[in-house]
Nanobody, 127 residues
């Protein structure tokens, strides 16, 4: 069992930045590939970014590429999402997720493949 707790959301003006954190407790964090998703009201959950177990491999949705950076610190059992140049279309609840992944280079982009989810943190970008 893995518990995930997101933090760092809030209200920011367009063009601003936020850094989301996702702290994991439970089983060995370094065994899990991690991802960030978001869900806006009335829309489906959308992939944002993913990172492999060791952090060497990352992958981004086209909509955030060049603006968002995913990273992880396995010593702190934490994954981060640095979000820059935010715009109102980034407004959503952001969720982190963990996928048990024996393979070092695994990247997971589909929500149904993830085993554990956090409760989400709200990000609101005003124009």
């Amino acid at each position: 069992q893995v518990q995930l707790v997101e933090s760092g959301g809030g209200l920011v003006q367009a063009g601003g930045s936020l850094r989301l954190s996702c702290a994991a407790t439970g089983r060995t964090f370094s065994l899990y590939a991690m991802g960030w998703f978001r869900q806006a009201p009335g829309k489906e959950r959308q992939f944002v970014a993913a990172i492999s177990r060791t952090g060497v491999i990352t992958y981004y949705a086209d909509s955030v590429k060049g603006r968002f950076t995913i990273s992880r610190d396995n010593a702190k059992n934490t994954v981060y999402l640095q979000m820059n140049s935010l715009n109102p279309e980034d407004t959503a609840v952001y969720y982190c997720a963990a996928d048990y992944s024996p393979a070092f280079g695994t990247i997971v982009t589909t929500p149904y493949e993830y085993d554990y989810w956090g409760q989400g943190t709200q990000v609101t970008v005003s124009s």
